[in-house]
Each structure stands twice: as C-alpha cells, then as structure tokens.
C-alpha cells in the first residue's frame, strides 16, 4: 500500500537511469531534487519542473540539496570497467559527503542502486541469500558502498539491478558489429528493461516499508549466442564467431522483488527485441 506523504526525491547522479526515474516522477507532480556534473542534463530537468544541483563529488553538496527531501536515491556509478584498484576509495569518496546529512535527518529514507554483478562468477539460480563474490574493480566498489550503508539498514533499500537496456542501449550494440567472438555463447543472459528499472524504483519509493535487498531482473534467461544474436539481427548487425560454454553461469532471482509487487512489463527479453 502507497504512503500518503507527500514526497520530495533527491536523486544523486540523474545518468541514464536516474534521469528516467526523475522524468518519471515530475511527469505525476513529485517534486525532484537532480544532481549530475552534466548541465545539459540538468538543464532539461530544470525545464520539466526538478531543482538542479551541478555537482561534481566529492564536492561538496549543498544544504539546500537536502532541503525537504523524504527520500534520496543514489544512482552514482563507480565507473566503467577501466577502473583501477583504487576504485573502492574513489567511489567511497564521493559518498562520505553524504553522511553528515544522514544522519542529521533519521527519517530520510535512502535506496541505492546497485548491480547483480557483485555476485562474481556465481553459477546457476542466485537470490539474495547468495554470498557477493565481486570479481572486477567496479564491483567491489559497489559492495563496499553497500557495506558503507548498512549503518542505516532500518531505512535502506538496495536494489540491485542486472544489466540495463532501453533507450540508447539497444543489446543488439552491445555484440553486433563487432569483430571479437561471443565467448560463453551458452551462459543465461541476465538483463532489465529500463522503464522496469524504474517500476522497482519507484515501488521503493511507494511505502516507507519497504527495505532490504533486492534483485531486479527479468524473468527470462535465453542462452547469450541465441538472445544477442537475435538482437544484433534486429539491428541488422552480424555477430562474431561463437564459443560454447557457459550453461551453468547464474540467473539471478528477482522473486523477492515480485513477492513485494513488483510488476515488470518486458520480462520476455525476446519479445522486447521484437517490439
């Protein structure tokens, strides 16, 4: 059941999926706090109704970013894959700033966006109860954000979320065109359509209740070589060469998330290719 309060959302970090989840909001009146080092992001968000923040952390952010808020979602990425091993202390570096205003404000609640990749080289069906086994730099920045949280557990949701696609991240790109060879073309893809994303994130928003961790993928899990050869087709790409292997990597769960209400629209990822 959906609080009554009236809401005010911060969101630190308005990249691909934060700014569909504030232009999500402002589209039903909710009032958004944006932040992001891009002004041209901003400039677009201020346009549809959010306050802006140009922010580049760790700076500093300013008290009036807080202002009001109920709720503050942090969509900041540790960085791509060319992170180096000081990735950790970087990424927690951009967060300390945050904790002065945690905890001078108990009731603000807190969702941070996470990924399914902290489960490593995990094999077969993985749900929350499976151990994080983080393999790459960004990952293990992540699980140190998660850890860096817990402090706040009574009003934190951590959503983790399997690979992204929508609008501007076509899967079919992500293989197709390309001159390498598909290696583990067997291995279950694990993937979230973007306006789901934002249904899980806006369900964590919708009652103060709602908290602990939480998967967020698709239902289906098609063989790679099948799902993005399929979906470099529908580009009109050709992929390169098949290596078999891979039928025991994970699927990951989102049972948990469903059980809370969560109704994805795109969990047939096929499907999705062909609309």
Not at 118 to 145: C, F, I, K, L
Not at 209 to 223: D, E, I, S, T
Request: include cysteine; glycine fraction near 12%; hydrophobic fraction near 45%.
């Amino acid at each position: 059941m959906e609080d009554k309060l009236e809401k005010k959302v911060g969101i630190l970090g308005v990249g691909w999926l934060g700014f569909a989840l504030a232009e999500s909001l402002l589209a039903d009146g909710v009032a958004v706090h944006a932040s992001s080092r891009q002004p041209g992001k901003l400039a677009e968000l201020e346009r549809a109704g959010a306050d802006t923040f140009l922010v580049d952390l760790p700076q500093i952010l300013p008290e009036s970013f807080f202002t009001g808020l109920t709720h503050l979602v942090v969509t900041l990425p540790p960085g791509g894959r060319k992170l180096k091993a000081a990735a950790t202390e970087d990424y927690l570096g951009k967060l300390r700033p945050l904790l002065p205003f945690l905890d001078a404000s108990p009731d603000l609640r807190l969702i941070f966006c996470g990924t399914t990749g902290v489960y490593g080289d995990a094999e077969g069906a993985v749900d929350e109860s499976t151990p994080v086994a983080p393999n790459t730099h960004s990952t293990r920045a992540v699980v140190a954000a998660e850890t860096f949280f817990f402090p706040y557990a009574d009003r934190l949701t951590v959503l983790r979320f399997a690979g992204l696609v929508g609008p501007g991240r076509h899967p079919g790109n992500f293989f197709g065109g390309k001159n390498f060879p598909l290696n583990q073309s067997d291995a279950p893809v694990n993937l979230v359509h973007q306006s789901d994303a934002v249904a899980a994130l806006r369900l964590a928003l919708a009652t103060t209740a709602f908290k602990g961790v939480y998967n967020v993928c698709a239902a289906a899990h098609p063989p790679k070589g099948i799902f993005y050869g399929a979906a470099a087709g529908a580009l009109g790409l050709t992929m390169g060469a098949e290596i078999a292997g891979g039928t025991t990597g994970k699927k990951i769960d989102s049972t948990q998330l469903r059980t809370a209400g969560w109704q994805p629209e795109h969990d047939e990822l096929i499907i999705f290719l062909q609309n």
